[in-house]
């Protein structure tokens, strides 16, 4: 069973910066995706950055050079990973409640994960909340 478990939100001040985690169990790195959404009150949830397994990323435009994605495999288990995202420069519309995500293995996810759809996106951890204040 796939388990996401998103930790590390919390409160920061603008020009700030945070670092989310997400523990990755009964998942193996192998022709897929792992990436990071975000969805603010009252608005759709966006895909924010996106990894495939061969290690290409992805960002939206408005974190470019402020956010960066990373992955991870247990040396002695590869079946549990971690999935991290690293919050530069933070601005206050950075205020979201963050969610890690993976999708099935298989060429029909890693040819269009990288467009950071949630609905290519099968496996959802809970969120985990991110303030930044002026």
């Known amino acids: 069973q796939v388990q996401l478990v998103e930790s590390g939100g919390g409160s920061a001040q603008s020009t700030g910066s945070l670092r989310l985690s997400c523990a990755v169990s009964?998942?193996?790195?192998?022709?897929?995706?792992m990436g990071w959404f975000r969805q603010a009150p009252g608005k759709e949830r966006e895909g924010v950055a996106a990894?495939?397994?061969?290690?290409?990323?992805?960002?939206?435009?408005?974190v470019k050079g402020r956010f960066t994605v990373s992955q991870g495999t247990d040396s002695q288990d590869n079946a549990k990973n971690n999935l991290t995202l690293e919050l530069n420069s933070l601005k206050p519309e950075d205020t979201a409640i963050y969610y890690c995500a993976a999708t099935y293995r298989g060429s029909r996810w890693t040819r269009v994960c990288l467009d950071r759809n949630k609905a290519d996106f099968n496996y959802w951890g809970q969120g985990t909340q991110v303030t930044v204040s002026s």
């Open positions: 009964g998942y193996t790195i192998n022709n897929n995706c």
């Open positions: 990894i495939r397994s061969d290690g290409t990323t992805s960002y939206l435009d408005s």
